[in-house]
């Protein structure tokens, strides 16, 4: 899996858009983009995931720079149930099954 | 639709008995994988398996570990002899495919086990 660097921690302001950034600069052609993000005490959650295109879905935007090596999980409108680690990961498309998660953004929303 | 289902949620064993952890993939998914949590730390792989399958087992320690999924019925993960350093929250998670065809995966709420 390509290697992910995210920022350990963001701040964000309730009821504005939050970018989250994410680097992976290794990524391969046919390496998809996963975006989870845990609650205190739950699980991983799904939010989102890609290839090259630009992704929408009822939780949040993500935002594939055209050369792939980098990508932003866009929450449009910042709740406090929005305060959680996120994580960007790369899964591979050849092998390696898994998707390996690393320390993520923990991220604040402020009230 | 009812997601990854994993029991118990919480689970307290004294050092040196088994604990048995159960997962119940989404409706049809048949590829599983768990993760442990130690308190303050990542996730980290431990397995993934299909239907009477072990694909990769590059994560789970050598020793007291092992996993299952049968043809029927729930994934089990079973710790032998556990020790305090067991203590952790463990996930499972399932997919329906392989992620080499543009899946992702889907978690439960996790087992938390507590070692006394």
């Known amino acids: 899996d390509a290697k992910t660097t995210q920022p350990n921690s963001m701040e964000s302001n309730e009821e504005e858009p939050v970018h989250l950034p994410c680097n992976h600069s290794t990524i391969s052609g046919t390496d998809y983009i996963h975006w989870y993000r845990q609650l205190p005490s739950q699980g991983p959650e799904y939010v989102i995931h890609?290839?090259?295109s630009n992704v929408n879905n009822r939780m949040a935007s993500l935002a594939i720079a055209e050369d792939r090596k980098s990508s932003t999980l866009i929450l449009h409108r910042a709740t406090l149930r929005d305060a959680a680690v996120y994580y960007c990961?790369?899964?591979?498309?050849?092998?390696?099954?898994?998707?390996?998660f690393g320390t993520g953004t923990r991220l604040t929303i402020i009230p | 639709n009812a997601g990854v289902m994993q029991n118990p949620r919480h689970l307290v064993r004294r050092r040196g008995q088994e604990a048995r952890l159960r997962c119940s993939p989404m409706?049809?998914?048949?590829?599983v994988y768990w993760y442990r949590q130690l308190p303050e730390e990542g996730l980290k792989f431990m397995v993934y398996l299909q239907k009477e399958n072990i694909i990769d087992e590059s994560g789970m320690p050598k020793e007291r570990f092992s996993a299952e999924f049968p043809k029927e019925g729930p994934s089990i993960l079973r710790i032998q002899q556990v020790v305090r350093g067991d203590s952790a929250a463990y996930f499972c998670?399932?997919?329906?495919?392989?992620?080499?065809?543009?899946?992702?995966?889907?978690f439960g709420e996790g087992s938390w086990l507590t070692v006394v």
């Open positions: 998670a399932s997919s329906p495919s392989r992620l080499n065809s543009g899946n992702t995966i889907y």
């Open positions: 990961i790369t899964s591979t498309n050849f092998g390696n099954e898994k998707l390996t």
């Open positions: 890609g290839l090259t």
């Open positions: 409706k049809g998914h048949s590829h």
